[in-house]
């Protein structure tokens, strides 16, 4: 079975300053792995994914992740963060051995960011 | 737009009623996937369909059942409807494995 766990359900950081949310995985094939957004109101947009490859990906509106296999962590992080941030983030996993993808999802971290 | 359309986008029932959640893939997408969001459970896997076919099942109750019709639109019927089913219900859809295009939900308020 696979699972997320996203480390704090809220962190708090000025504008301007380096944001980190943690994310590790577990998963007994090698895993896909996604970020998600929700702003108030909305749906899900996917921030960025990892499939194979490279294990640092770029993602929409400056952020980025890596995927460190040894440590079974994809943390999102974004240099400086903007007001316009402020969301809620999921981290997921995807089981796609059988052609298709479900995903499973953390509980989410709740971004803050004040002036 | 992220061109997958749900309807409605609130809905406010009675407890043991039923309702019909809709929902509309992206043009070209045969796959869609239903979750529900709540402040307890977080975000739980529904139901897979592909081009017609139920393929997965996840924490998804008897009294909750849906399909994909022919022209890819599919349908979430809720029965007998509890306090606790209300949530948050997305669907989403996708051509192959990396990663979902989601709608922007149905919030169903269950009284």
């Known amino acids: 079975a696979q699972s997320v766990t996203q480390l704090g359900s809220h962190v708090s950081v000025s504008e301007g300053a380096l944001v980190l949310l943690r994310c590790n995985y577990s998963s007994s094939v090698p895993p896909y792995l996604f970020w998600y957004v929700q702003y108030p109101n909305q749906g899900l947009q996917l921030l960025l994914k990892y499939t194979t490859g490279a294990t640092l990906v770029k993602g929409i509106n400056g952020f980025e992740a890596e995927f460190k296999k040894s440590e079974t962590s994809f943390h999102l992080t974004k240099p400086s963060a903007h007001m316009s941030d402020a969301a809620e983030y999921f981290c997921?996993?995807?089981?796609?051995?059988?052609?298709?993808?479900?995903?499973?999802f953390g509980k989410g971290t709740m971004l803050l960011v004040s002036p | 737009d992220s061109g997958v359309t749900q309807t409605p986008k609130h809905l406010i029932t009675a407890t043991g009623q039923r309702v019909t959640l809709r929902c509309s893939p992206r043009?070209?997408?045969?796959?869609v996937y239903w979750y529900q969001q709540s402040l307890d459970q977080g975000l739980q896997f529904l139901i897979h369909y592909y081009n017609g076919e139920e393929r997965a099942k996840g924490n998804i109750l008897e009294r909750f059942s849906a399909q994909q019709f022919p022209d890819l639109h599919s349908e979430l019927n809720l029965s007998s409807l509890e306090l606790g089913d209300s949530a948050l219900y997305f669907c989403?859809?996708?051509?192959?494995?990396?990663?979902?295009?989601f709608g922007s939900g149905t919030r169903l308020t269950v009284v």
């Open positions: 997921a996993v995807s089981d796609h051995r059988s052609g298709y993808s479900t995903l499973t």
């Open positions: 989403a859809s996708t051509q192959g494995t990396s990663g979902y295009t």
């Open positions: 043009s070209g997408d045969l796959s």
